[in-house]
């Protein structure tokens, strides 16, 4: 599914034009990800949780070169989903 099919179906199961439910699925992600710029995490009960993953500075290895080099240290974002939706797709 992508974000037209999803702001579709949004739109199918809520009532609402599909303008408003693309403003819907448009603020979520953005609120979600300014949240996540804060180092903050959001928590959707039943669904799941998105956080921020700290990777430390680490070495690595070129795969042409075989060179060693650093990777600097770095976040990544995280989803960990909830016992409920676990049991749903199980």
Do not use: H
């Not at 990800?33 to 949780?49: C, M, N, S, W």
């Amino acid at each position: 599914m992508n974000k037209n099919e999803l702001v579709s179906s949004i739109a199918d199961k809520t009532g609402l034009k599909k303008t408003e439910a693309e403003k819907a699925v448009k603020a979520f992600v953005e609120t979600v990800t300014a949240e996540l710029k804060k180092g903050e995490k959001v928590q959707l009960v039943g669904f799941g949780t998105f956080e921020v993953a700290k990777r430390p500075a680490r070495e690595g290895r070129n795969p042409r070169t075989g060179e060693t080099m650093k990777i600097k240290a770095s976040k990544a974002p995280k989803f960990k989903a909830g016992k409920a939706l676990k049991d749903a797709i199980n």
